[in-house]
């Protein structure tokens, strides 16, 4: 069974930082694409970061660029999302998802919740 369980998420002022994790079971890591999601309330989902299985190659959203940094910990089967300089407009529920097929965000995390307060 394919699980994806997110943690780290909490209440931090402006300017802080925190550092999400997602830890994955049930497929082989290493060898799937992994992204960080987030959904505001009365907002659209949207990508935030990704990081592929080869090269390890990222992607950030233009909106958190510089600012976060997603990583991966293979042995671990874990993917992290540092996030520094939060603002309020960051406050969200953060998901990560896995392309298990190579067709698309097949899998889903709970999600966790990230307050930033001014």
């Known amino acids: 069974e394919v699980q994806l369980v997110e943690s780290g998420g909490g209440l931090v002022q402006a300017g802080g930082s925190l550092r999400l994790s997602c830890a994955a079971s049930?497929?082989?890591?290493?060898?799937?694409?992994i992204g960080w999601f987030r959904q505001a309330p009365g907002k659209e989902r949207e990508a935030v970061s990704c990081?592929?299985?080869?090269?390890?190659?990222?992607y950030y959203a233009d909106s958190v660029k510089g600012r976060f940094t997603i990583s991966r910990d293979n042995a671990k089967n874990t993917v992290f999302l540092q996030m520094n300089s939060l603002k309020p407009e960051d406050t969200a529920v953060y998901y990560c998802?896995?392309?298990?097929?190579?067709?698309?965000?097949?899998?889903w995390g709970q999600g966790t919740q990230v307050t930033v307060s001014s």
């Open positions: 998802a896995a392309d298990i097929s190579g067709g698309g965000w097949s899998y």
């Open positions: 049930g497929f082989t890591f290493e060898d799937r694409a």
């Open positions: 990081i592929s299985s080869k090269d390890g190659s990222t």
